[in-house]
């Protein structure tokens, strides 16, 4: 069975959407006195209204919900993901739904499988339309996104806990702490 996860770049936009609100008020507001140049003006103008929204079209998007649905392999053995992504996303223009794998973690299928989009999503995970990969939220600004399994690691490996011993990241510091 596969999953479906709907998410919602909303809350990633907002500057661009002001920015493109600019945009659009300047081009409105050309008087076509000086048609040639005006012309010249929208052309940048438009130019630049495609670069916005190209910007959030690659946006973050903060998955909202998870839902389990159709198979995306038809009984021809076809991929039907996109039939499906859209099917699910009747009726929420504000959310883009997408595919999940429950078997991928950290870029690997569980199952031997294929992999897809990096992680299987979560709520309150990301979805990074560039990378086309789910992720964690950062969990502390020193970590990094590993790029090929799109999991957050410390900057420091965690020490091997012998027996009783547990291990706490110490952000201030930027190192692990034996507790």
């Known amino acids: 069975m596969a999953h ?11 500057g661009y959407l002001k920015e493109l609100e600019e945009v659009k008020e300047k081009q409105s507001s050309l008087t076509y006195e000086n048609v040639e ?3 010249q ?3 940048d103008l438009v ?8 910007k959030i079209n690659l ?6 919900k998870v839902i389990p649905g159709a198979n995306e392999i038809d009984e021809n053995g076809e991929d039907k993901t996109e039939y499906w992504e859209k099917y699910y996303n009747h009726g929420y223009p504000e959310m ?3 595919r999940t794998s429950y078997n991928t973690k950290a870029g690997v299928h569980t199952k031997e499988g294929t992999p897809f989009r990096k992680n299987y999503a979560g709520l309150e995970y990301i979805y990074d339309p560039v990378r086309d990969a789910f992720y ?4 502390h600004s020193s970590w990094i996104l590993n790029e090929d399994t799109c999991v957050w690691e410390p900057p420091i490996q965690k020490p091997e806990a012998k027996e009783g011993e547990r291990y706490v990241w110490d952000e ?3 190192t692990w702490k034996k507790i």
Do not use: F, G, M, T
């Not at 479906?4 to 907002?14: D, E, G, P, T």
């Not at 130019?47 to 190209?54: L, Q, V």
């Not at 964690?136 to 969990?139: K, L």
């Open 41 to 43: 003006k929208l052309s």
């Open 59 to 64: 946006s973050l998007c903060d998955v909202i």
């Open 37 to 39: 140049e005006d012309q």
């Open 136 to 139: 964690s939220q950062q969990p």
């Open 4 to 14: 479906y996860a709907y998410i919602s770049n909303k809350k990633h936009i907002q």
């Open 172 to 174: 201030e510091n930027v």
């Open 96 to 98: 883009i739904v997408k």
């Open 47 to 54: 130019e630049e209204e495609n670069a916005i929204k190209e």
